[in-house]
């Protein structure tokens, strides 16, 4: 906020003292930008108690902002977004300062979403998830490079094909629990490591699958096996997951979709994706049956968390 007023205070200084030429349009756009931006600040709740009197020289602030990135709390925020870097660019570069404004307002709405217990309480249950989706795979991938190395595969395909099946859906799983991963990152990124170990596990699970197992599951499709219809469909979602966006997200939640209550994502987001209710809590199929099956037979413990997009429009892991 104080490098905003910074630069908007150094705008209107500037405008004042001469007039901008038409040659240099592109900074005029930032600059407007940027007028924009304060004028929305100066009529929020952020700016209470906000003293443009008070306020530090452009150096202080940007020396203040630099030293909070060394505190423990912002220290995975540091590492994944070089903040310190580029905190120390924006004060040179207006369009740098915009863009670093937009995300701390993302960044600040995604953690507003839910208190940090509640916060905590996803991150543990996604990276438990992660965690066994990374060993069911390996454990797959390990036998089907053993299998094709024995030159037993084919036989391997005929008698397993439903497992390779399974360890697709796994994999799909674990790609659900990517896709929370990123649009929830500054919950993960708050809690300090996890989110390099929910990586590694997302690492293991892609090697995973491009070791052998994607390989295997198409095999299983190209067979006249009779788990070959459902392994073809499993491929093409998982595809379709690989194409997603979070934009398609943030659109979901502005419709006020139904929301899977252990990965927070909107239903409707998973092409083919069948919904169960447990509990009272609508969940992705898969993923509760992952869950039942290889962290608890109990439901997940976790707190109602009200999702809303970033206009505001919410929605909520409500039982029905």
């Not at 304060?38 to 940007?62: N, Y």
């Not at 203040?64 to 995975?76: A, F, R, V």
């Not at 892609?206 to 499709?221: D, Q």
């Amino acid at each position: 906020m104080a490098m905003i007023f910074r630069y908007n205070k150094d705008i209107k200084e500037a405008q004042k003292s001469s007039a901008h030429s038409d040659g240099n349009k592109e900074e005029t756009a930032i600059e407007r930008e940027i007028q924009e931006i304060w004028e929305k600040l100066r009529d929020s709740s952020l700016a209470e108690g906000f003293r443009i009197e008070e306020q530090p020289s452009r150096d202080e602030s940007i020396s203040g902002l630099l030293n909070s990135t060394k505190e423990e709390h912002i220290k995975d925020f540091e590492q994944h977004y070089h903040l310190a870097e580029k905190i120390a660019l924006a004060q040179h570069d207006m369009s740098l300062a915009v863009e670093l404004y937009k995300h701390s307002v993302s960044t600040l709405h995604t953690l507003g979403l839910a208190s940090k217990e509640e916060q905590c309480d996803y991150v543990v249950a996604w990276y438990s998830m992660f965690l066994s989706c990374a060993q069911e795979l390996q454990h797959g991938a390990v036998l089907w490079q053993e299998s094709c190395h024995a030159k037993v595969h084919d036989l391997v395909i005929s008698e397993g094909a439903n497992w390779f099946v399974a360890l697709g859906e796994i994999y799909r799983v674990a790609h659900l629990l990517h896709l929370s991963l990123q649009y929830f990152k500054p919950w993960v990124l708050a809690d300090p490591g996890m989110f390099s170990k929910m990586l590694a596990c997302w690492d293991s699970c892609i090697n995973a699958w491009t070791s052998g197992l994607e390989t295997a599951l198409k095999t299983v499709v190209d067979s006249d096996h009779l788990a070959a219809p459902a392994g073809k469909a499993l491929l093409e979602s998982i595809v379709s997951i690989n194409e997603l966006e979070l934009a398609n997200f943030e659109r979901c939640l502005a419709n006020n979709e139904l929301t899977c209550r252990l990965t927070l994502l909107p239903t409707g987001l998973l092409q083919g994706g069948k919904v169960v209710v447990w509990n009272g809590n609508h969940y992705f199929v898969k993923a509760a049956n992952f869950w039942a099956n290889r962290v608890s037979s109990d439901p997940p413990r976790l707190s109602l968390v009200h999702i809303s997009s970033m206009d505001g429009t919410s929605n909520s892991c409500l039982p029905c």
